[in-house]
């Protein structure tokens, strides 16, 4: 995706979520009209908060109700709790929609179907198959304003549009949940670096660093490279050390990209906005600051957009209860070691549902609606050559390097679909964005 305020089109900006936009006396001001700010001195009795967290969620459900609704169900515990307060708010059984996929290690319908089971939900279960990403792949990607490369983004579109075809004319997503409460595997991961820099400076600097990332023989030695890795991770500040597993600095982008499009573009900008970002964040706390940076770049720029984006195209509309203001508002006062305890990902979220949520659920592992494109783009002849085909245009376009396109399908792709297939997944949906557009983005 391409975070606000940019985009793909040459000095045409776009408003940035959360901000304002005034042109007066010939003179453009874009600022934020809200910010939010965490109040992370607050305690209160887990009672308390439990029942006032309840009440909330069931009002946020309540309130997006309109015609006939139903909701999404992947079998996480966001959407299975909109699923269940459905149920509870309207006394009658929810119409949950879920994807399915027929690849190991990426389906999750036997999850939704617990869900739906423990609450009563009438549930209606799509397979999606790699003809329906042959014949879905040129709409979805070409009804965007801007390339848009989230791969969930298919799913989520014939998960909706099973939803219409039986009548629905609104859905309830679960998106937000994660990212009010501390639910992705990055905030543990990264709040195990954090304790590094509660290590002395002096030890830091003057001991660790020069003796295992001084040289490079520690790195050599069995079980003290993990010791190495660990300290070359902590040692980079945030938000920077989150790009340290970026695919395009892994791989170079002398090896991606073209010369012609590198001189017109400043490759350290992104990485210079997500600092500011960073800094902006009204928190002390670990968890809070990466949340505030997942309310722009995970939900603002990415997530919310692949949801309206495909209930738009399916005829739907959206509405998302665990974004409800007074949710918000509860998240931004509620302990920051309740969000995640320890190495517990949204304690509090899932103590305070223990007794409502299947206990599946609860302890199940973060998933979503993965999408196993690679393993199908190297196995399903015209998906591959929907893939091949969309690469070869880009030849054209000079953005992408001919030897590197050439290497991903013939040796990457093959052997790595799992990890390369969204890097050729990605180019392909630019490709098709450009296709649809007129002549000038190509060479």
Not at 250 to 274: H, I, K, M, N, Y
Not at 356 to 375: C, D, M
Request: charged share 25%; proline share 6%; net charge neutral.
């Amino acid at each position: 995706m391409i975070p606000a305020p940019r985009t793909v089109f040459k000095d045409v900006f776009r408003l940035p979520a959360g901000h304002y936009a005034l042109f007066e006396n010939g003179r453009l001001t874009v600022a934020p009209w809200w910010k939010p700010h965490f109040d992370e001195g607050k305690r209160a009795s887990f009672a308390d908060l439990k029942a006032e967290f309840r009440e909330i969620l069931r009002d946020g459900v309540r309130d997006q109700i309109a015609g006939e609704t139903g909701c999404f169900l992947s079998g996480g515990t966001d959407s299975s709790t909109v699923a269940g307060l459905l149920r509870e708010v309207t006394g009658q059984p929810a119409r949950a929609f879920s994807i399915g996929f027929a690849a190991a290690g990426y389906d999750e319908m036997e999850y939704a179907r617990i869900a739906a089971r423990h609450f009563g939900a009438e549930h209606h279960a799509y397979y999606v198959t790699p003809d329906d990403l042959v014949a879905g792949i040129h709409q979805v990607a070409t009804s965007y304003d801007q390339p848009f490369g989230n791969s969930s983004v298919l799913p989520a579109y014939y998960c909706a549009k099973a939803a219409r075809e039986v009548g629905l004319t609104r859905i309830l997503a679960g998106d937000g949940g994660d990212e009010l409460f501390g639910g992705n595997v990055r905030y543990a991961k990264q709040r195990v670096f954090g304790a590094y820099e509660r290590i002395p400076g002096f030890l830091r600097r003057g001991l660790l660093q020069p003796l295992l990332t001084g040289c490079a023989w520690p790195g050599k030695i069995p079980g003290v490279k993990k010791a190495v890795s660990y300290v070359e991770q902590a040692s980079v500040p945030m938000p920077d050390r989150m790009q340290m597993y970026n695919l395009l600095s892994r791989l170079g982008l002398d090896t991606v990209l073209t010369p012609e499009f590198l001189a017109q573009v400043e490759p350290q900008d992104t990485l210079r906005q997500q600092r500011e970002n960073w800094r902006a964040a009204d928190a002390h706390a670990l968890v809070n600051r990466m949340l505030w940076y997942d309310w722009k770049y995970t939900l603002a720029d990415n997530d919310l957009p692949k949801v309206l984006g495909s209930t738009r195209l399916a005829g739907l509309e959206v509405g998302f209860p665990l974004l409800d203001d007074r949710l918000v508002d509860f998240s931004l006062r509620l302990d920051p070691e309740l969000k995640i305890k320890g190495l517990t990902l949204r304690w509090f979220f899932k103590e305070a549902l223990k007794d409502f949520l299947p206990p599946e659920i609860i302890t199940k592992k973060k998933h979503g609606f993965g999408l196993p494109f690679g393993v199908w783009a190297v196995e399903h002849p015209a998906l591959r050559k929907l893939a091949v085909d969309s690469l070869d245009y880009l030849r054209g376009c000079r953005i992408v390097r001919a030897d590197f396109l050439d290497r991903l399908l013939k040796d990457y792709l093959p052997q790595y679909p799992g990890y390369y297939g969204e890097l050729v997944w990605i180019l392909m949906i630019l490709s098709q964005w450009l296709q649809a557009r007129p002549r000038p983005f190509t060479a």
